[in-house]
C-alpha cells in the first residue's frame, strides 16, 4: 500500500508541476511577495487578493523545481476563502508536516502529498518556500523571502 500511496503522491506533485493552477500575474493582487531558494533556483512571486481579512483569490508565477512549484499551486489552491489566522495555522501544519513526515490532524487535501518530503532534506526548503511567500504576503511585507 505504501508504494501505491507514494506513486499517488508523486503523481500529483508532477501533475501540478507540469500543469500548474493559478499560474499568472494577478492584476488586481493588493498583496504580494517574492521567494527565492538560491540553493535549487526556485524563484517564484506570489499574489493575493485579500477582502478584508480573507484572501479572495491567490496565484503566482516564477520558475523551480517540481516540488516548488506543485506546491505553490496547491497552497494556491488551498488559501482561497481562507482567513489570514487559517493561513497562518496551516502554514505550522505544513512546516510541521514536511519537516517531520507526521501528518497533523484535520483534512489537509492536497496537501497530504509533501509528507514524504522529510526523507529529502534539501527538498524542504523548495516545499515550503511558497508558505513563507504566503505569509509575508498576508502580512502585507512587500518583500523577498528566502530558504536560506
Avoid at 35 to 47: E, V
Avoid at 55 to 73: R, W
Avoid at 111 to 118: D, E, N, Q, R, Y
Wanted: charged share 25%.
Amino acid at each position: 500500500m505504501f508504494d501505491d500511496l507514494t506513486d499517488l503522491y508523486q503523481q500529483v506533485i508532477l501533475d501540478h508541476s507540469k500543469s500548474p493552477r493559478n499560474f499568472r500575474v494577478l492584476p488586481d493582487a493588493n498583496r504580494h511577495a517574492q521567494g527565492q531558494n538560491p540553493i535549487c533556483g526556485d524563484n517564484i512571486t506570489l499574489f493575493l487578493k485579500m477582502d478584508g481579512d480573507r484572501v479572495a483569490e491567490a496565484t503566482f508565477q516564477g520558475s523551480g523545481c517540481a516540488i516548488s512549484k506543485a506546491s505553490s499551486s496547491i497552497l494556491t489552491e488551498t488559501l482561497k476563502g481562507k482567513t489570514k489566522a487559517e493561513v497562518r495555522e496551516l502554514f505550522e501544519k505544513v512546516r510541521a508536516m514536511v519537516t517531520t513526515g507526521k501528518t497533523p490532524e484535520g483534512d489537509l487535501g492536497k496537501l497530504a502529498v509533501f509528507t514524504g518530503v522529510h526523507k529529502f532534506p534539501a527538498r524542504v526548503k523548495c516545499a515550503i518556500l511558497p508558505w513563507h511567500a504566503a505569509m509575508a504576503a498576508i502580512e502585507g511585507k512587500d518583500e523577498t523571502v528566502t530558504t536560506e
